[in-house]
Nanobody, 126 residues
């Protein structure tokens, strides 16, 4: 069993930065993937970024590439999402997710992840 707890959301002005953190408890595997997804009101949950627990290979959605950076600290069992140059359209609830065996072709799909955090609100004002 894996438990995930997000923190770091808040209200910021456009152009500013936020860093989200996801604390991971429970067993992880080298082929595990940790992901960040977001969901705005009235919209589907969408992929933001993910990282392989072993090896650290990263994947990003085109919407945030170059502005967001995902990283992990294996020792502290924490996954971070550094969000720079935020835009109003980035406003959403951001969810941390974990999947024990995630193949590359599905790493951007929410259905590939078995464990989810409770979400943290990010609001970007214009």
């Amino acid at each position: 069993q894996v438990q995930l707890v997000e923190s770091g959301g808040g209200l910021v002005q456009a152009g500013n930065s936020l860093r989200l953190s996801c604390a991971v408890s429970g067993r992880t595997f080298s082929n595990s993937a940790m992901g960040w997804f977001r969901q705005a009101p009235g919209k589907e949950r969408e992929f933001v970024a993910s990282i392989r627990w072993g090896g650290g290979h990263t994947y990003y959605s085109d919407d945030i590439k170059g502005r967001f950076t995902i990283s992990r600290d294996a020792g502290k069992k924490t996954v971070l999402l550094q969000m720079n140059n935020l835009r109003p359209e980035d406003s959403a609830v951001y969810y941390c997710a974990a999947g024990n065996t995630v193949i590359t072709s599905t790493i951007r799909s929410s259905s590939a992840y078995h464990y989810w955090g409770q979400g943290t609100q990010v609001t970007v004002s214009s």
